[in-house]
């Protein structure tokens, strides 16, 4: 017994002839009487006694109908999700982020991904990067966006590397330069990242090379409050393009490019070894076009 009979056998009896259960259901009126016959040979039970031209089901087949209404109503049900997962308008998807992009970045990202997709259901957790790569590594998440360095093997990285740029205030004197260098920023109070930190250490080397003063005033965690910090005219910085972008956007601070080269890489990661999902490709996709105007030329 299959899915087809089934549908035959309700179809005839909705519509007493073969004819127009085929129309109802796409077939031929042979292939129709052929899923009645086999069901009956199966069962070996007469389903429908001819009448008049017409075809009357018998007790056996309106109770075996009726306790199949149950599975032909799952089945469409399953048709239906199926078809929605194939356009990426229904499912699951389970992201972990950094803090840092996870303040802004990632909510708009997601906001504007989930516009129009009202059956999709996302999670969203946001985590140290170290965590990130820990819980996608044990498949506890689909996809995770994580500052280097990423030393688990369990796991596939799509690489992003953005030019930082210099952070100023409002009406600070360099604000209307083409770019900015070590040499501009001697002795200025500049709010940095942790010392342990990758931009910190580049920063510091530019400055070296330069021969002038890294006059670093205050440490912080994270480049969003850094720029908070600057918009309130604590100093200066360089920071990753899209924190800088959305404090220069609101009218807050001056962003200037800022020489030499300070990249800031970030990775997509996602379980090594594990089919990615449509919707998490969809939504990789989706997140690199967001980021492509910040990153750097290869």
Do not use: W
């Not at 399953?78 to 078809?83: I, M, P, S, T, V």
């Not at 001697?186 to 400055?207: E, M, R, W």
């Amino acid at each position: 017994m299959n899915i087809r009979q089934l549908q035959a056998l309700k179809a005839v009896i909705e519509h007493h002839t073969t004819t127009r259960a085929a129309e109802r259901l796409g077939l031929t009126q042979p292939a129709v009487s052929g899923l009645i016959a086999a069901l009956e040979k199966q069962l070996q039970i007469p389903l429908f006694e001819r009448q008049k031209g017409r075809l009357l089901p018998t007790p056996e087949a309106c109770r075996l109908a009726r306790d199949a209404e149950t599975v032909l109503i799952s089945y469409t049900r399953l048709e239906q999700h199926a078809r929605e997962l194939g356009r990426l308008t229904s499912g699951e998807l389970q992201i972990v982020s950094l803090p840092g992009p996870a303040l802004e970045f990632m909510p708009r990202a997601i906001a504007e991904f989930l516009g129009d997709k009202p059956d999709v259901h996302l999670h969203f957790e946001i985590r140290p990067s170290v965590e990130v790569q820990s819980l996608i590594g044990a498949e506890y998440m689909d996809l995770g966006l994580t500052e280097l360095p990423i030393r688990d093997q369990r796991l596939d990285c799509d690489l992003m590397t953005m030019r930082c740029v210099c952070v100023l205030p409002k009406d600070h004197p360099l604000a209307g330069r083409s770019f900015v260098t070590p040499a501009d920023l001697d002795g200025a109070p500049f709010i940095a990242l942790g010392s342990n930190h990758t931009v910190y250490s580049l920063l510091a080397a530019a400055f070296d090379r330069a021969g002038v003063r890294f006059d670093v005033r205050a440490n912080v965690q994270l480049f969003a409050p850094i720029c908070m910090l600057v918009a309130c005219g604590a100093g200066v910085t360089v920071v990753d393009p899209v924190s800088a972008g959305i404090y220069r956007d609101r009218g807050m601070v001056s962003v200037v490019p800022f020489e030499p080269p300070i990249p800031y890489t970030i990775g997509l990661i996602t379980p090594a070894g594990k089919p990615r999902s449509l919707l998490t490709q969809e939504f990789m996709a989706f997140v690199k076009r967001k980021l492509e105007p910040y990153l750097m030329e290869r």
